[in-house]
């Protein structure tokens, strides 16, 4: 059944292109002057006529850049293979540099002031839910008791039909996104006879 899916992702869905944010913050210091001497080296290749010297200091300052971003990944990429989370954490904050800290502004219940003070702040939020969660409700147990019960229906315990499958997966949107199986519709829609067998039969089984 896993190559039917992959087989048939192949044919109809297609490879996706993964776009990751970049690895380096452009605004750390260090990494900020190694981009100020490339784009001087550049500016001296353009004003000036292009000779071997200022074709090679270019091509130095435009390889110390790349140089170090992936010394930096292979770090981040390393610590994260040995399962080593402070190593990775450690890296990530040379690559986006540490998280800002600040405090989150809350409003009075009549609007009228703003605390910022974190104390102050979680003070406000638990007497909210104080408020609203340890409420005594007034229940009429004997109302409750009065619902009307639907009738269990025992049809639903039945085995589908691999016509009610195939109708099921035929109603499926394309374009959507995928469940927790990670597979699309459009894979189950055209997957064929083999992939609805495999799935009509793991459907049994469980």
């Known amino acids: 059944m896993q190559q039917v899916v992959h087989n048939t992702a192949n044919t109809y869905v297609g490879q996706t292109d993964i776009t990751n944010q970049d690895w380096y913050d452009p605004n750390v210091e260090e990494l ?39 010394l930096v990944r292979k770090e981040g990429s390393g610590a994260a293979d040995r399962n080593d989370m402070k190593g990775l954490y450690n890296g990530m904050d040379k690559v986006w ?18 605390f910022s003070d ?28 009065n619902i009307p019960q639907r009738i269990t229906k025992t049809s639903l315990d039945n085995i589908p039909a691999m016509a009610e499958m195939a109708r099921a997966i035929a109603g499926l949107k394309n374009g959507k996104a995928p469940g927790v199986d990670g597979i699309p519709a459009e894979v189950w829609k055209h997957g064929g006879d083999n992939l609805f067998s495999r799935l009509h039969q793991l459907i049994t089984n469980a």
């Open 97 to 114: 540099g540490p998280k800002k800290k600040g405090s989150v502004h809350l409003k009075s219940t009549d609007r009228m002031e703003t």
């Open 32 to 70: 900020k002057t190694l981009m100020n001497r490339r784009d001087q080296a550049h500016q001296k290749v353009l004003q000036t006529r292009s000779t071997r010297s200022t074709s090679t200091a270019y091509k130095d300052a435009c390889r110390l850049p790349q140089k170090r971003t992936r």
């Open 118 to 145: 974190c104390k102050t702040v979680v003070a406000i939020w638990s007497e909210q839910f104080q408020k609203i969660i340890n409420v005594i409700g007034d229940l009429d147990h004997e109302a409750l008791g």
